[in-house]
């Protein structure tokens, strides 16, 4: 998987865990303080995120541990 497959999948389990928290796009970008446009390309797999605001999304969102082992073997197969 490259980079931009990672941010693709990374962005469709977004927005799957803001939807299982009936939350808009509208209303997690006010929580997150950033831009409605700027989250919908976070979703979409066309924009990237900083560390912090990862955090914010996790604790928000309440993602579970699971994803987070995900992503990271997903990196890691990566740099095989």
């Given at each position: 998987?490259?980079?931009?497959?990672?941010?693709?999948?990374?962005?469709?389990?977004?927005?799957?865990?803001?939807?299982?928290?009936?939350?808009?796009?509208?209303?997690?970008?006010?929580?997150?303080?950033?831009?409605?446009?700027?989250?919908?390309?976070?979703e979409?797999?066309?924009?990237?995120?900083?560390?912090?605001?990862?955090?914010?999304?996790?604790?928000?969102?309440?993602?579970?541990?699971?994803?987070?082992?995900?992503m990271?073997?997903?990196?890691?197969?990566?740099?095989?």
């Amino acid at each position: 998987m490259d980079n931009e497959q990672l941010l693709m999948h990374f962005g469709e389990q977004l927005r799957h865990y803001r939807k299982q928290n009936d939350l808009t796009i509208q209303e997690l970008a006010e929580k997150l303080d950033i831009s409605n446009n700027h989250l919908g390309r976070i979703e979409r797999g066309v924009s990237d995120t900083t560390i912090t605001k990862f955090y914010r999304m996790v604790k928000i969102l309440d993602i579970p541990c699971h994803f987070l082992d995900e992503m990271k073997q997903i990196v890691q197969d990566q740099n095989k």
